[in-house]
């Protein structure tokens, strides 16, 4: 599966952007999808991810700023990230996966390449 990530850059404190993942899958409706990050120097964390019918839980230091959401039609996820802060300076990566028993299990053959967002303070 190919993953392709888009919509990072530069913003400001307080600012938003919306990253938006394709994947390549023809199968894409029938998996759950998660947005990771990696910081400088820092294991890559979960973000949030959204099950194959919907279901979207968020790490709590997102939750209220960040949202995200799938077009199976287009099998694209999308991030949409407000109210940013200096600590979301990542490179952001999109994930095809499996959502059981309420825990997201990534693919590890399913990484996109990453796209760099830069908040500024």
């Known amino acids: 599966v190919q993953l392709q990530a888009s919509g990072g850059g530069q913003v400001q404190a307080g600012g938003s952007l919306k990253l938006a993942c394709t994947a390549s899958?023809?199968?894409?409706?029938?998996?759950?999808l998660a947005w990771y990050r990696q910081a400088p120097g820092s294991q890559r964390e979960l973000v949030a991810f959204i099950s194959n019918l919907g279901t979207t839980i968020y790490t709590d230091s997102v939750k209220g700023r960040f949202t995200i959401s799938r077009d199976n039609v287009k099998k694209r996820v999308y991030l949409q990230m407000d109210s940013l802060i200096p600590e979301g300076t990542a490179v952001y990566y999109c994930?095809?996966?499996?959502?059981?028993?309420?825990?997201?299990?990534?693919?590890?053959?399913?990484w996109g390449q990453g796209t760099l967002v830069t908040v500024s303070s």
């Open positions: 899958s023809n199968a894409f409706g029938a998996y759950a």
């Open positions: 994930n095809l996966g499996v959502y059981a028993s309420g825990d997201y299990y990534p693919n590890e053959d399913s």
